[in-house]
């Protein structure tokens, strides 16, 4: 029996991030930034171990929530704004060998700032190393954006432009249509699978013969600045790309939805309450999800509120916007089945919008749990969805505005 050679994924990040403070455990999407890249390694045939390499405790706890190990912390030495990759993993491979014997015989290097992922990716790359015992390395690669046979350098002196690069055969590359140029890659951030001895002996990152895993460049994500954080959160939510998730599966909206239900506390509102000295409450709300609530239900959708809040300002609010509300109960999932029973509607064209523990069972019975940007961290990882919106500013609004543009688009 052929015993399987030993592959260890290593998540390098370091807690001292400047353009995104905190980024490896900012939530992305719902989930912490590195929580992807542990993903991508933990669900991974060929992966046989998965450590993360950091300086911050507080990353480390986080990374162990998510199923890596971190059996050392990173020396300050080496999580430095200048610190390569190089001595990050030869600390990395040492400290193993010397402290567990353990020496691995391939190591991937899986970087949080490239999130998004296609399934099978990482045993590709593991792959095609074992398939070529002359190869020291394996590096993710897409097709560039730019040709650099386009692209100049303008000499000091004379202030003349000169081109980057030549083409035997082509005179003029920066004149010549794109199509008889080489092809030519750009590497990306998603995987890296390397020989330990290239990093041991040869005092590398890649060796000298590099091939190439090839990846559609819509999964093309390097996170540096707030920005890029949001187009990118927006891309992994919207862009419908089929990617290795730290929850393993996504429901999407359903086609036809027929119901919303919503929590009320933390949903409609901001999970505020003001109490006077009579013992009065009150709470904000914003007009713009009424108006999305009031949309929706012109479109033939019904709105339903589901509380275990029994102060009268639940029912008020609810009257207000003219949608049935069910209070009082800790049973949510409960009472949801017994009213799509008492109304004939097929929970797979359900949606429940939630923000704490309590709205979790509605997830199971529901085509799609949704969450608000805010809610709880055991309900952002479970959720199908997760709003950049926060509870009481908008989100129901931006859920509404959702299942509206899908429907027109089936129309």
């Known amino acids: 029996m052929v015993t399987p050679p030993e592959v260890l994924a290593i998540i390098p990040a370091r807690g001292g991030s400047k353009g995104i403070p905190r980024k490896n455990i900012r939530l992305f999407a719902g989930y912490p930034l590195i929580a992807y890249s542990i993903a991508a390694a933990r669900q991974a045939e060929r992966v046989t171990r998965v450590i993360v390499s950091t300086d911050d405790e507080e990353i480390a706890v986080t990374a162990r929530q998510f199923g890596a190990e971190t059996p050392f912390l990173r020396p300050a030495e080496f999580a430095q704004d200048n610190t390569l990759d190089l001595p990050v993993f030869r600390h990395a491979l040492?400290?193993?060998?010397?402290?567990?014997?353990?020496?691995?015989?391939v190591v991937v290097q899986l970087r949080p700032t490239s999130p998004i992922r296609p399934p099978g990716l990482v045993d590709e790359a593991i792959r095609i190393l074992l398939g070529h015992p002359e190869a020291d390395s394996v590096r993710g690669v897409v097709p560039a954006g730019q040709n650099p046979h386009k692209m100049w350098w303008i000499d000091s002196q004379s202030g003349w432009m000169k081109p980057l690069l030549q083409v035997e055969g082509i005179p003029e590359p920066y004149n010549a249509p794109r199509q008889v140029l080489p092809p030519v890659y750009?590497?990306?951030?998603?995987?890296?699978?390397?020989?330990?001895?290239?990093?041991?002996?040869?005092?590398?990152?890649?060796?000298?013969?590099?091939?190439?895993?090839?990846?559609?460049?819509r999964y093309t994500v390097d996170i540096d600045t707030p920005y890029d954080w949001l187009r990118y959160e927006w891309l992994v939510v919207n862009g419908g790309l089929e990617l290795v998730h730290p929850s393993n599966r996504k429901r999407p909206l359903p086609k036809d939805v027929r119901l919303l239900a919503l929590d009320f506390d933390g949903v409609l509102t901001d999970n505020r309450v003001w109490v006077d000295q009579d013992g009065r409450e009150a709470i904000a709300a914003s007009r713009g999800d009424s108006m999305g609530i009031r949309l929706l239900r012109e479109s033939g959708v019904e709105v339903i509120v589901i509380s275990?809040?029994?102060?009268?300002?639940?029912?008020?609010?609810?009257r207000k916007m003219n949608i049935p509300a069910i209070t009082g109960t800790w049973d949510k999932a409960g009472v949801l089945e017994a009213y799509l029973k008492e109304r004939n509607i097929d929970s797979q064209n359900v949606v429940f919008l939630g923000n704490d523990v309590n709205d979790l069972p509605c997830f199971s019975i529901v085509a799609c749990g949704v969450a608000v940007a805010d809610a709880e961290p055991e309900v952002l990882r479970q959720a199908d969805l997760v709003l950049t919106q926060r509870g009481g500013y908008g989100a129901?609004?931006?859920?509404?505005?959702?299942?509206?543009?899908?429907?027109?688009?089936?129309?």
């Open 186 to 217: 750009w590497q990306t951030g998603h995987i890296d699978a390397i020989r330990p001895a290239v990093i041991l002996e040869k005092n590398s990152m890649s060796g000298d013969v590099i091939l190439p895993v090839m990846i559609d460049p």
């Open 396 to 411: 129901v609004r931006e859920l509404c505005n959702k299942i509206l543009l899908q429907k027109a688009a089936r129309q």
């Open 94 to 105: 040492e400290w193993l060998a010397q402290s567990e014997g353990y020496r691995p015989e």
């Open 308 to 318: 275990t809040e029994v102060n009268p300002v639940v029912q008020a609010r609810c």
